[in-house]
């Protein structure tokens, strides 16, 4: 089974700032990763696929990258709605898919 | 408009039973394989199951693999879990998810319905 690991636990940025999450397979997942975004008391939203693929509707402001073991998740400037949980899931290698635990984003 | 919308969740014994239901809407449902995925309360996502768009093939998580049993009806449009023998470890909100066409990400999910297993 493939471990995702996601840093930090938590992040806190100020609104109008650039978030960085990072997100680590524990073997090569090529560019099988997604991300998604959940809003308290909200179901997951896909943001991102193929690693770097935005979904559809999803803002410019959100950026994938990466391959391999080693993946980032940009917001290039947060608005107050990007205050969320982020995780990253890996579609590589299954069954299982596995997520990662997530990165809380909050307020500064 | 893509929706799903999950029901069945209760409130059950220990080493009881129940079966959720994903009712899905605005796409072709036949075209597209469906998982199930949990969330326990404060904890993160876990995926559950995965059926093909035939229900041919099923996947399954280790920690419910052999008391769970996915299941679809397409004439129906509906996504089914049959949970059996449950834990309460398998106390969580439960998800529907739609999958993609070509790859095991989740594009589409319902809202979800909770299942508490408690004495």
């Known amino acids: 089974e493939i471990v995702m690991t996601q840093s930090p636990a938590t992040l806190s940025v100020s609104p109008g700032e650039r978030a960085t999450l990072s997100c680590r397979a524990s073997?090569?997942?090529?560019?099988?990763l997604a991300w998604y975004q959940q809003k308290p008391g909200q179901a997951p939203r896909l943001l991102i696929y193929?690693?770097?693929t935005r979904a559809t509707g999803i803002p410019a402001r959100f950026s994938g990258s990466g391959s391999g073991t080693e993946f980032t998740l940009t917001i290039s400037s947060l608005q107050s709605e990007d205050f969320a949980v982020y995780y990253c899931q890996q579609y590589n290698n299954w069954p299982p898919v596995t997520f990662g635990p997530g990165t809380k984003v909050d307020i500064k | 408009e893509v929706q799903l919308v999950e029901s069945g969740g209760v409130v059950v014994q220990p080493g009881g039973s129940l079966r959720l239901s994903c009712a899905a809407s605005g796409f072709t449902f036949d075209d597209y394989a469906m998982h199930w995925a949990r969330q326990a309360p404060g904890k993160g996502l876990e995926w559950v199951s995965l059926?093909?768009?035939?229900?041919?093939?099923?996947y399954y998580a280790d920690s419910v693999k052999g008391r769970f049993t996915i299941s679809r009806d397409n004439s129906k449009n509906s996504l089914y879990l049959q949970m059996n023998s449950l834990r309460g470890e398998d106390t969580a909100l439960y998800y529907c998810?739609?999958?993609?066409?070509?790859?095991?990400?989740?594009?589409?999910w319902g809202k979800g319905t909770t299942v508490t297993v408690s004495s």
């Open positions: 193929g690693a770097s």
């Open positions: 998810a739609k999958g993609n066409e070509v790859a095991n990400y989740m594009d589409v």
């Open positions: 059926i093909s768009w035939d229900g041919g093939s099923t």
């Open positions: 073997q090569s997942v090529a560019s099988n």
